[in-house]
């Protein structure tokens, strides 16, 4: 049985009411929530209740909501008795996608947006909140990175860290108020692979590149993107406490920083790479996942017997046909290897028909998730038996997270 959004006006309600029947199941434990809300991503879309009710469209009525969501948040861990003992963090990921007009938001004074090495496509605010640790109202500008987070919160909560290489900083001194400076003094501005900048303090050197620009361009409007422009850039030197809109390029008055931040550059390039300049990187590895390698053969009863199905797989996902679900081989973590069979709108219910009354020890299926590509574990399986194929017994249910 798998959920479907049948309406996605009512998406950022249902996360919502998710969250908050997860804190209140685990109000008597620790507990980690992570809450990605979907909006204002485009598509963006409101319920009946907030639809129509802000001045700025229908990208304000999915503001609007999700500021809702953030309340209800709030106000169950008030409820519990919970808001004074728990660290709330909340932030984004990117900038605006400009091209989407009045459903993108706005970048401000910042340069350009979404998908750029400039701030407007990077910088985003972050509030946290844990009231007699974090101090109250301070507001500060100094560098920081999501990818700060994890360390950062490992730290405050006494976990352990992974035995691996980490790219975070610990913030806690610095958001404690024990510190003024934030200990991340640099910034890696990568995309596509492309170091197209690096950042020291105040101080950001931008690398000769090609870049989507929506600054020259009409953007679209209710829901239909405009076009990207794409424009070039060459090597240029940016103080961003002076000028955070990245107008006045100062590298002909400052060529000792520029060539301070080149070496930087260099460095970084050794470690991670660089597709602008080719660098490989002693630390980059072949795209892909790594994962424990598993049998490839998986022999079973039902390998050669006959299958059924109720409902047909969804075309997109059903190229291997229906005998990969017995052929005795497993798939790997990619549904582009044709082993797969997916279902949208409709459960998969196959019949196994073994020809004869068969003991059976064990009930197992794989399942692949792949939330990027839209590919979502079933929420529950059920598994049940028949010595006539009529008459079943249901004899295990499943259940994922």
Known sequence: MIDLLEDQAYLTQKYTHRAVNFIKKHKDQPFFLYLAHSMPHVPINASEKFKGKSAQGLYGDVIQEIDWSVGQIMQTLKDLGL??????????????????????????????GKGTAWEGGVRVPCIMRWPGKFPAGRVTDQLASTLDLLPTICRLTGAPLPNRKIDGLDLSDFILGRSEKSPRKEFYYYYD?????VRRGEWKLVFPHRYRSYEIVEPGNDGNPGPYAYQTCGVELYNLKNDVGERRDVAAQYQQIVKELQQLADSVRAELGDALTGVKGRAVREPGKKFKPRAENVPNLAQGKTLKLVNPPSPRYSRGGIGVLLDGQLASDDFHDDRWLGFEGVDLEAVIDLGQVTPVKQLAISLLEDQVSWIFFPKKIDFFVSKDGKHYQHVKSLSTP
Do not use: C
């Open 193 to 197: 692979g492309q170091l197209r900048a």
């Open 83 to 112: 808001d004074e003992k728990t660290m709330v963090i909340f932030t984004s990921d990117n900038g605006p996608w400009l091209n989407f007009g009045n459903w993108a938001g706005s970048a401000g004074p910042l340069r350009e």
